[in-house]
């Protein structure tokens, strides 16, 4: 597709400001403020997204409350990467049938990744006849004008064609006030990882102008946020859809050039795609985190190869290595799946040994969930989950040591760390992260809150870090 008609145009945005006034003066006729309760699951995609809906209704008069009860308008923004995940949505979207039958009219929405698989849109159309509104994350630019119709028409709305999806620049954003921002670089993935739905629901790769996500950045620092994080499916392939030869690493260096104290996270890197320029660039950066998530997913070359990842265990090693040496202390995490179909104890064995040759200080592990219309789903799967379940508590038992072990070197060290809000130990009221992620609770006043600050660390467990100001 072209880039121009990835771009979504002023008039076509325009436009939907106009739906968003619209409802507005709808509801400036009512005495109260009309109330939205906006529900996300998922990954932090999801979150963003979730907070671009929350712009939007902001600027069409809504106000939030987190008690489906009370509100006017329910959205669920659902994640279907696992079955868990869905189940639990179907789960909430069954108990809204009790809202609204108490508040008859209550608008209720799904959204996210869920509502642009087909299944769901046609379950929640037979079995959830109480559901308004469904549109994918492709139609989430249009969100007032497909609100506008349930309002005006009174009926129900599905917008989940299987559209490629475009880039909407300008839809305001409600941001958790405070210290930590997300901002998108790109949509969409082109990786068809056989297990996995995303690039189903989410399309095909789209990275935002440089010149927009740099404007956006610029502005989150300059609105006092302390930690920004980039966010794509694979940041590494950021720009690959530009006319230029403009890439991620470029955009970092140009990211790191702004003055001031922050620092800058980014999420997900394909290890596929991954370069040394990107370690080069990081390692001489002023303000980009000296931390790399880098999911491998399987230490087994059989595994990772019928998972389309296209990287070798001994690629991904070499990666690593390269890394380390440019930036010593490195703090590194990963995404693991145990259970792929037809994996054997010998190949989860090998991921199990990857862990242990690597050192992650936290992996985010997963036993295989299968996703219909997805190519692993066809493929067969004769092993028991309680086996599976027995490589995976293997796999935890080696993390969770690791982890305590790499916490506990921490010990006796001053980190600088940025505080980013309270805990729930009344010991340790406050929690910060390092730069390498690592959640620090401390002693100390809530008036530190959103700085940065040097702690000396007093103690450790697999979980977190404790320490006091030094
Ligand atoms: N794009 C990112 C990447 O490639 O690292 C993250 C994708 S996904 C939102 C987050 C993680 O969920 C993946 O890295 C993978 O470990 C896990 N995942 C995806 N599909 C899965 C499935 N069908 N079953 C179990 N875990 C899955
Ligand atoms: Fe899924 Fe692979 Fe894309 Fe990540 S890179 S979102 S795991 S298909
Ligand atoms: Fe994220 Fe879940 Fe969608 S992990 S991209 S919200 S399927």
């Not at 325009?14 to 109330?35: D, G, H, I, N, S």
């Not at 308008?73 to 609204?100: D, S, W």
């Not at 082109?190 to 690039?199: A, G, L, R």
């Amino acid at each position: 597709m072209e880039r121009k008609d990835v771009l979504i145009s002023a008039e076509a945005l325009a436009r939907q400001r106009k739906f968003q006034e619209r409802v507005r003066e709808m509801y400036e006729t009512r005495q109260a403020r009309p109330l939205a309760c906006v529900e996300t699951f998922g990954c932090q995609q999801n979150v963003a997204d979730g907070q671009r809906i929350m712009g939007m209704l902001e600027a069409m008069g809504f106000g939030f409350t987190q008690e489906p009860r009370e509100a006017d308008l329910v959205i669920l923004n659902t994640c279907a990467v696992r079955e868990h995940a869905e189940k639990r949505v179907f789960g909430n979207l069954g108990l809204l049938t009790h809202t609204k039958r108490e508040n008859p009219e209550q608008v209720i929405a799904l959204c996210g990744c869920m509502a642009q698989e087909e299944r769901t849109a046609k379950r929640v159309k037979e079995s959830y006849r109480h559901v308004d509104l469904v549109f994918g994350p492709q139609a989430l630019w249009k969100f007032p004008e497909l609100l506008w119709q349930v309002y005006e028409t009174r009926k129900r709305v599905f917008s989940t064609a299987d559209e490629h999806g475009g880039i909407a620049e300008g839809i305001p954003v409600v941001r958790e006030r405070g210290v930590k921002a997300w901002v998108s670089i790109m949509y969409g993935c082109n990786n068809f990882c056989s297990y996995c739905i995303v690039p189903y629901v989410r399309g095909r790769e789209r990275s935002r102008e440089p010149s927009a996500v740099l404007a956006e950045v610029r502005e989150l620092i300059e609105a006092g946020y302390k930690e920004i994080t980039l966010l794509g499916q694979n940041v590494n392939s950021y720009g690959n859809d530009l006319d230029t030869d403009y890439r991620f690493p470029d955009l970092l260096e140009e990211i790191d050039r702004i003055p001031g104290e922050f620092w800058i996270r980014f999420m997900s890197s394909h290890p596929k795609d991954a370069t040394p320029r990107l370690f080069d660039v990081m390692a001489n950066s002023q303000h980009i985190a000296r931390q790399l998530h880098l999911p491998f997913q399987s230490g087994n070359n059989r595994v990772l190869e019928a998972m389309n990842r296209r990287y070798t265990r001994e690629k991904y090693l070499e990666l690593i290595q390269y890394a380390k040496n440019a930036m010593p202390g490195l703090v590194l995490t990963s995404d693991v799946i145990i259970g792929f179909p037809g994996e054997t104890e010998a190949e989860a064995m090998d991921t199990v040994s990857l862990v242990e040759e690597v050192g992650f200080n936290a992996l985010f592990t997963f036993i295989y969930s299968p996703r219909p219309g997805t190519k692993a789903a066809a493929m067969p799967d004769p092993v028991s989950r309680e086996e599976k379940q027995r490589w995976f508590d293997k796999l935890l038992e080696v993390q969770n040591a690791q982890s305590a072990a790499l916490h506990a070197a921490y010990v006796g060290r001053t980190l600088r760390v940025l505080v980013d809000g309270q805990s729930d130990d009344p010991e340790y009221p406050l929690s910060s992260r390092t730069e390498g992620n690592r959640l620090v609770r401390l002693q100390g006043s809530p008036d530190l809150i959103g700085q940065f600050a040097d702690v000396e660390i007093t103690g450790s467990n697999t979980w977190a870090l404790y320490g006091r100001i030094s």
